[in-house]
């Protein structure tokens, strides 16, 4: 599968993003979904992951409240909305894939570059 995230851009603290990650080449409805992040000079940070039917969903405690992640089986999109953003979530972030049965997120996207300012 293929994932194109998109979404990143500059923002102030306390402001909003939402990212997107569009999916092609599979059935997109068999994979379980997630969003990471890595800041510079750090290494890569589990954010969330969104079951294959969207029904469950399991964040990070830094970004509970904050964070809202989502999927539409339909449009073979992911969603990651960020609210209250602070500057400590200034990352590159990235949506993957594994098949359900998967222990390992096997397929990644390019990631988008987050920046929140102080």
């Known amino acids: 599968v293929q994932l194109q995230a998109s979404g990143g851009g500059l923002v102030q603290a306390g402001g909003s993003l939402r990212l997107s990650c569009t999916a092609s080449g599979r059935t997109f409805s068999n994979y379980v979904m997630g969003w990471f992040r890595q800041a510079p000079g750090k290494e890569r940070e589990f954010v969330v992951t969104?079951?294959?039917?969207?029904?469950?969903?399991v964040y990070v405690d830094s970004v509970k409240g904050r964070f809202v992640g989502s999927r539409d089986n339909a449009r073979n999109t992911v969603y990651l909305q960020m609210n209250s953003l602070k500057p400590e979530d200034t990352a590159v972030y990235y949506c993957a894939a594994k098949e359900i049965n998967s222990r390992r997120y096997e397929y990644w996207g390019q990631g988008t570059q987050v920046t929140v300012s102080s």
């Open positions: 969104i079951t294959s039917d969207g029904g469950t969903t």
